[in-house]
């Protein structure tokens, strides 16, 4: 949500949550501990995780993008935190204000913090592919950082495609050299996948062929990064589950009730809708509120 333009209120925050939980989605990252100043959307990351106690058979997760966010998100009662850096200095620098080195250094000291708060501890790894500054990122680069990810013990990997640049054979390609390089399963790995190129579900296809099989995606294709120009939303859940399901993988997602929490995604932004299956399942979901009024530059809200 951190790319919606406009606050979101937190009950609408809390009540897409319900509904993904609802659709029985195993894991949902629930807010992010960055620093409000930054990310005024996630002013509110305290209060929403308070209210997570409620909601019963779900894995929440929040992002924490450095030592102090990390202290924030265990202080609100979260025990699953995912620290994020980046594979390319330049939007590491961007995005976090620090160099990679830095930030190795702080996953250390959040590294020890998680040890002795019994937090389970992933990481990101922004860029894995390509950076909106710098290029094509090679898998070289990858398996140096997911190196020193394992050496400061962390396990858990996650390699994100965020701008949405990457291709096919660049996912397998860093698939297959962290696993011939560092000896870690391809199982072991998550991909994180946006969709702005349309590249999204080629990619996680690609992914699979090489054996992962852990996969981020975002409720009715939300998502995007104010710090990556041109970033859109992730990949849609909804698509995601429909390609698994469609190859015969078992999600434990209920389609209908995830596309319940799409349809409610969807109005919180207003951003055209990215994904494909809500549009054709659901049309009337897409069309403008009543009281609408289409003009040449959008919408216009007609007040009552």
């Known amino acids: 949500m951190q790319n919606v333009a406009g606050l979101i209120a937190t009950g609408d925050k809390l009540k897409l949550i319900s509904l993904i939980a609802a659709a ?20 509110d990351a305290a209060e929403i995780a308070s209210a997570l106690d409620r909601f019963q058979d779900v894995c929440f997760s929040a992002l924490a993008p450095n030592l102090k966010g ?8 979260l ?27 702080m996953l250390a000291e959040v590294t020890q913090g998680a040890k002795r708060d019994g937090v389970d501890l992933r990481v990101d790894i922004s860029t894995s592919f390509h ?38 054979d660049q996912v397998q390609n ?10 870690l399963e391809p199982n072991s790995l998550i991909l994180h996948l946006h969709d ?14 090489e054996g992962v099989r852990a996969f981020d995606a975002s409720t009715g294709g939300l998502g995007g990064c104010p710090f990556s120009p041109g970033s859109s939303g992730n990949l849609a859940t909804e698509d995601l589950v429909a390609l698994l399901e469609g190859l015969d993988y ?10 319940d929490a799409a349809e409610f995604a969807v109005r919180l932004s207003s951003r055209p ?5 809500l549009r054709v399942r659901r049309p009337l979901a897409l069309l403008p509120p009543a009281g609408t009024r289409m003009t040449e530059q959008g919408s216009d809200l007609i007040c009552p």
């Open 24 to 43: 029985g989605v195993p894991a949902i990252q629930a807010t992010s501990f960055a620093q409000p100043k930054w990310v005024p959307q996630m002013a």
């Open 70 to 77: 990390y202290q924030r998100a265990v202080a609100a009662g």
């Open 79 to 105: 025990r699953r935190v995912d620290f994020v850096l980046s594979a390319s200095a330049s939007f590491n620098r961007k995005n976090l204000n620090a160099s990679i080195a830095e930030s190795l250094e």
């Open 131 to 168: 950076c909106p500054f710098e290029g094509r990122v090679t898998a070289e680069a990858v398996v140096r950082v997911v190196r020193a990810v394992h050496q400061c013990g962390v396990e858990r990997v996650a390699l994100d495609d965020t701008d949405g640049m990457a291709f096919p």
């Open 174 to 183: 860093a698939v297959a050299a962290i696993r011939d390089q560092l000896g």
């Open 196 to 209: 702005t190129y349309g590249r999204g579900l080629v990619n996680a296809a690609a992914a699979l062929e």
């Open 250 to 259: 078992s999600t434990g997602v209920d389609q209908e009730k995830l596309l």
């Open 273 to 277: 809708y990215q994904g494909h299956l």
